[in-house]
């Protein structure tokens, strides 16, 4: 059974870092993708980064691009995101999911199948 489970959320002000992880297991697929969503409240859930187990392919939404970092460490079964130059607007909860579907880019909500239960990320002015 896939389970995941996201640390590390908190409050910084704006310009600041953090740095959210996601423990991850019970994957026992050959090629699957990893990826990093948001919610803001009133807000759909949104796409941030996807990285590509096996092939270290790693995508990033636009508005996070050169800001945010996806990583995985494999020794570990550990996904980060690491935060920088956070805004306002990066204010919202958090999840990890994972995916064994064939996709491109692979940073859609309705790809992934198995979730988080989010950890909260507010950035203040």
């Known amino acids: 059974q896939v389970q995941l489970v996201e640390s590390g959320g908190g409050s910084v002000q704006a310009g600041g870092s953090l740095r959210v992880s996601c423990a991850f297991s019970?994957?026992?697929?050959?090629?699957?993708?990893l990826g990093w969503f948001r919610q803001a409240p009133g807000k759909e859930r949104e796409g941030v980064a996807s990285i590509r187990a096996n092939r270290d392919e790693r995508y990033y939404a636009e508005s996070v691009t050169g800001r945010f970092t996806i990583s995985k460490d494999n020794a570990n079964s550990i996904l980060h995101l690491q935060m920088n130059t956070l805004k306002v607007e990066d204010t919202a909860m958090y999840y990890c999911?994972?995916?064994?579907?064939?996709?491109?880019?692979?940073?859609?909500?309705?790809?992934?199948?198995?979730w988080g239960q989010g950890t909260q990320v507010t950035v203040s002015s």
């Open positions: 019970g994957i026992t697929w050959n090629t699957y993708s």
């Open positions: 999911a994972a995916t064994d579907r064939i996709c491109h880019q692979c940073i859609t909500p309705p790809t992934y199948a198995y």
